[in-house]
């Protein structure tokens, strides 16, 4: 049996990278007394993946990893004792079943991530709202893009799925993943550079708000909430 955890992600806790997360996972899950099943083999771990990890310094609603269960758990009861033993700035939200299937996993199906954006540093142009649409309306939006083995220029006009003003924030929806995945820094850079402001006289905080599948299926881009993609685990009684 497997199953999705989704939680938060806050305060100082959002200066922790990846895979001090993923340890502090690993204790929570002994403490709390989750069924989680190990890997066979001479050094066996447990066995966990997360959809897509977050950025140092963002801040975040909804981050996944995907378990597998030794036994089946109430979801609900599962969340409870998984709170009681979380520290200030990180909390679980739920705790659902998924699919068996291994390209079912958050790493495998997540396409799409949500973002609000705030201004920390810096300042724009009084314009700047009226300037979204001239900037998503150019033809390309070039920028370049660091990889851990290149930088190369790249058009990353067809991996903005949405960008609009939401209460003086920015709101973007962009695509996420391991085929293609865009972070908020280049959109917030590129859209400087854009208003011809010097980006590195301006810093943003970048808070996650959701993260999607893509269910269209070839048919267009229909999205989905990874939460959604499973369902609640309830143990039945006599």
């Known amino acids: 049996m497997k199953a999705r955890i989704k939680f938060k992600k806050s305060g100082a806790l959002r200066f922790i990278g ?6 502090f996972f690993q204790k929570a899950m002994r403490r709390a007394g989750i069924p989680i099943a190990f890997t066979k083999g001479y050094s066996p771990h447990m066995i966990m993946s997360f959809a897509s990890p977050l950025g140092i310094g963002h801040s975040s609603d909804s981050e996944y990893f995907d378990i597998e269960l030794k036994e089946a ?37 997540v396409a799409a991530a949500e973002y609000l954006t705030t201004l920390k540093k810096g300042s724009l142009p009084d314009n700047w709202k009226e300037k979204i649409s001239e900037f998503l309306a150019q033809p390309e939006i070039r920028i370049r893009k660091q990889t851990k083995r290149s930088e190369n220029e790249v058009d990353i006009k067809p991996l903005i799925y949405k960008l609009e003003v939401t209460e003086n924030c920015f709101y973007m929806q962009v695509a996420a993943g391991s085929v293609q995945n865009l972070k908020p820094e280049l959109v917030m ?15 943003f905080h970048h808070h996650r708000l959701e993260m999607y599948a893509d269910v269209g299926n070839g048919s267009g881009r229909e999205l989905k909430s990874l939460e959604d993609m499973g369902w609640e685990m309830e143990i039945e009684t006599a």
Do not use: P, Y
């Open 18 to 23: 990846h895979l001090d997360v993923m340890r």
């Open 73 to 109: 758990v109430s979801g609900r009861e599962a969340v409870k004792r998984l709170n009681e033993v979380m520290v200030e700035g990180m909390e679980v939200v739920s705790f659902r079943q998924i699919g068996e299937e291994k390209k079912m996993t958050g790493m495998a199906i």
């Open 189 to 203: 850079e590129a859209f400087c550079r854009f208003l011809e402001v010097e980006w590195e006289t301006v810093d």
